[in-house]
């Protein structure tokens, strides 16, 4: 399988949603709607449950799993609005001591007239900026796309994780295409050029772990589940201090090894 191959793979409106790993590893969870200023986000979701018996805030990137429910959420292109109501929900992690969970699918950030001139730049930031402070665990998978800022603004956490099949780039192949080659049919060569599979991002040190995806979905929500047990395993006893340099530090060395 070539490198475009594996962007249609981890495109295919076959692929589980946000939404159905939620309801799958969840319990009792309870979706909490808009962000205090303009409007409520579909692209994104957003609320409290009970990860194994502990209360846990959980944010996902939803594309939706059909024409009509796509085109409602934006196919998972985040406003503004959806990257604020992904803060106010980190600083309510922040205030009563909650692990944060987070699924990531979007092929990037809304890019639209309406988003930038409401502030998704400054929106986005802010995300990057609150999340790489916070004195909780945060906790992300990668479940489909991984696309540029759009992705980071989940995924500034103390462990990340790809399904198998899934992809984290700095922007689409098409993209890459048209900025770097001038020409959107060497979309192939982009993506070769990107090395954006799970396995290129767990050699580059970018992620903790590659989850399988198996045949079955609940294969693969079993590895989400056993990722997110594993890790916050792994943070219990630390302070908040020592969780937040934890992060910075991850973040901080990244690209020492890249060649």
């Known amino acids: 399988m070539n490198a475009y191959q594996k962007v249609q793979l981890a495109r295919s409106n076959l692929r589980p949603d946000a939404n159905a790993y939620i ?76 692990p944060i969970l987070c699924l990531v699918d979007t092929a990037g950030a809304a890019c639209g007239i309406g988003a930038e001139e409401r502030g998704q730049g400054q929106a986005i930031a802010e995300n990057l900026f609150e999340m790489m402070g916070l004195e909780v665990p945060v906790l992300s998978v990668i479940i489909g796309e991984g696309g540029s800022g759009g992705a980071l603004a989940l995924a500034c956490a103390n462990r990340v994780y790809m399904l198998e099949n899934a992809i984290y780039s700095v922007l689409s192949p098409e993209g890459a295409a048209s900025i770097i080659y001038k020409d959107a049919d060497k979309v192939d060569e982009a993506s070769e050029a990107l090395k954006l599979s799970a396995q290129d991002m767990l050699r580059f040190g970018v992620i903790e772990g590659i989850l399988q995806e198996g045949s079955q979905f609940e294969l693969a929500a079993d590895a989400i589940r056993n990722a997110f047990r594993k890790g916050l395993k792994q943070l219990q006893g630390l302070s908040g201090e020592q969780i937040r340099d934890q992060r910075y530090a991850r973040f901080a060395k990244l690209g020492g090894n890249l060649r």
């Open 23 to 98: 309801s799958q590893l969840i319990d009792g969870f309870i979706e909490l709607h808009g962000d205090r200023r303009f409007a409520d986000d579909a692209a994104v979701v957003a609320g409290l449950g009970y990860f194994e018996g502990q209360c846990v805030t959980v944010l996902a990137l939803e594309k939706g799993v059909d024409t009509p429910e796509r085109l409602r959420r934006n196919f998972g292109s985040a406003q503004p609005e959806g990257y604020r109501k992904t803060l106010w929900h980190m600083r309510q992690a922040q205030k009563f001591r909650r």
